[in-house]
Every structure is written in structure tokens, then in C-alpha cells.
């Protein structure tokens, strides 16, 4: 037990995990990189495959994503103009991260307990 205290009291945070478990905590972050997992979306498609999210926070989301280079947004000039938010090589690097999580769900997170 004394072994375990010193090395928790050495420990320190690496600052790049620590931003990293930051931007995927927010709200809704990991469930829209895991939208755009199957492919470049809209932004009202992204919308409709999340309910309860609300377009102010969808918008600030997806700059964030795209400020990080997580995500990047291509505008065609076309007429009405369609913009299209798809993952970046950063982006798609979250893949097996998030199949993981999905793995660890399937084998941990009582069904019951997600219908509530």
C-alpha cells in the first residue's frame, strides 16, 4: 500500500492526454465523431442521427472539432450551397478508440439501464 501512495503522489498528467480526455468528455463530442465515422454528413444529418442536441450546440461543437483538426467542413459552390462536415486523418484515428468504448459497452453497460 505505501509503494502505491508514493507513486500516485509522483504521478503526474501528461498534458496531452489531459487535453485530449477533455475535448472527447464535452457533451456530445464523441457521439458526433462517431457519426461521421460512416462518412462525410450535413449538418442536418448529423442533427437528426442525435436527438436532444440542439443546433447552438451542434454549430459550437462542430468549430471546436474543426479547430482542433478533428473534423474538416467543405462548402460546394453550388446553388443552394451545401456544406459537409467528414473526419480528418485525426479524426479517423479515433476509430479503434471508439469501437473499444463501444466494445466495452456492449460487455459492461447493462441494457436495462440505457432504456431508463
Request: aromatic letters at 8%.
Amino acid at each position: 500500500m505505501n509503494a502505491e501512495v508514493i507513486e500516485m503522489k509522483d504521478f503526474e498528467m501528461c498534458p496531452r492526454f489531459e487535453k485530449a480526455v477533455d475535448l472527447l468528455s464535452k457533451r456530445w463530442v464523441a457521439l458526433i465523431v462517431f457519426v461521421l465515422m460512416t462518412g462525410p454528413r450535413r449538418f442536418g444529418e448529423i442533427e437528426g442521427c442525435l436527438s436532444n442536441l440542439s443546433g447552438k450546440v451542434l454549430s459550437d461543437r462542430l468549430k471546436e472539432l474543426e479547430n482542433e483538426g478533428v473534423i474538416q467542413r467543405t462548402v460546394y459552390p453550388e446553388m443552394p450551397v451545401r456544406i459537409e462536415y467528414s473526419l480528418t486523418d485525426k479524426g479517423a484515428a479515433l476509430a479503434p478508440i471508439l469501437g473499444e468504448i463501444g466494445n466495452w459497452s456492449s460487455d459492461w453497460i447493462e441494457e436495462m439501464s440505457v432504456n431508463r
